[in-house]
């Protein structure tokens, strides 16, 4: 009996593979390569605006919702309710990737070089839009008619349906048109 259990064990030793352990790995002709996709969107020079209306801004409720939604996905984290913070401000006249329904849409579902995510896929095209029209509203871009008052809570600052409409910048001075790499 002895005698066949150290036969067994011989022969399941002499059976196992040892586990291949390949450090290099082969290269092969046919192997496909990999995609790397650059972004063509650069700082101080604004896309085209595709040229379509936004629905929504002739809507207050519409606008409403916007300013809703700007504080529910947190743009406010980054943009500080306009006035900026890690991103850029929303109130002024200075507009990297400029100031058209069609660019600040692609902004936020194409994001931006350098800090802006992108949201394609994660909010639908509908309430993109709703944003795009209140951040349009707070630079004074809406008819008076048409934008949002200020929010209760906020009563220190000016409606946004006061705001002086800003002029955005197609040009910019050399000291804040950023370099490209």
Same mark, same amino acid.
């Given at each position: 009996?002895?005698?066949?259990?150290?036969?067994?064990?011989?022969?399941?030793?002499?059976? =196992?593979?040892?586990?291949?352990?390949?450090?290099?790995? +082969?290269?092969?002709? %046919? #192997?496909?390569?990999?995609?790397?996709?650059?972004?063509?969107?650069?700082?101080?020079?604004?896309?085209?605006?595709?040229?379509?209306? %936004?629905?929504?801004? /002739?809507?207050?409720?519409?606008?409403?919702?916007?300013?809703?939604?700007?504080?529910?996905? %947190?743009?406010?984290? =980054?943009?500080? %309710?306009? $006035?900026?913070?890690?991103?850029?401000?929303?109130?002024? #006249?200075?507009?990297?990737?400029?100031?058209?329904?069609?660019?600040?849409?692609?902004?936020?579902?194409? $994001?931006?070089?350098?800090?802006?995510?992108?949201?394609?896929?994660?909010?639908?095209?509908?309430?993109?839009?709703?944003?795009?029209?209140?951040?349009?509203?707070?630079? $004074?871009?809406?008819?008076?008619?048409?934008?949002?008052?200020?929010?209760?809570?906020?009563? $220190?600052?000016?409606? /946004?349906?006061?705001?002086?409409? /800003?002029?955005?910048?197609?040009?910019?001075?050399?000291?804040?048109? +950023?370099?490209?790499?």
């Amino acid at each position: 009996m002895k005698h066949i259990f150290i036969c067994l064990l011989a022969l399941a030793i002499a059976g =196992c593979k040892r586990e291949a352990r390949d450090f290099q790995r +082969p290269v092969t002709e %046919n #192997a496909p390569a990999q995609d790397v996709q650059l972004s063509e969107l650069h700082p101080g020079s604004p896309s085209p605006a595709p040229k379509f209306p %936004n629905p929504y801004e /002739e809507n207050a409720y519409s606008v409403s919702e916007g300013k809703r939604l700007f504080g529910a996905y %947190n743009c406010s984290g =980054c943009h500080a %309710n306009g $006035g900026g913070g890690i991103g850029p401000p929303l109130i002024d #006249a200075d507009w990297v990737y400029g100031s058209e329904s069609g660019q600040i849409y692609d902004t936020i579902v194409k $994001g931006r070089p350098n800090g802006m995510p992108s949201f394609s896929g994660k909010i639908p095209e509908y309430q993109v839009w709703e944003l795009v029209a209140y951040v349009r509203s707070l630079s $004074g871009q809406l008819p008076i008619d048409v934008a949002n008052s200020r929010s209760d809570h906020m009563q $220190g600052k000016k409606p /946004e349906a006061l705001t002086p409409k /800003e002029h955005p910048r197609t040009e910019y001075p050399a000291n804040l048109k +950023p370099e490209r790499p």
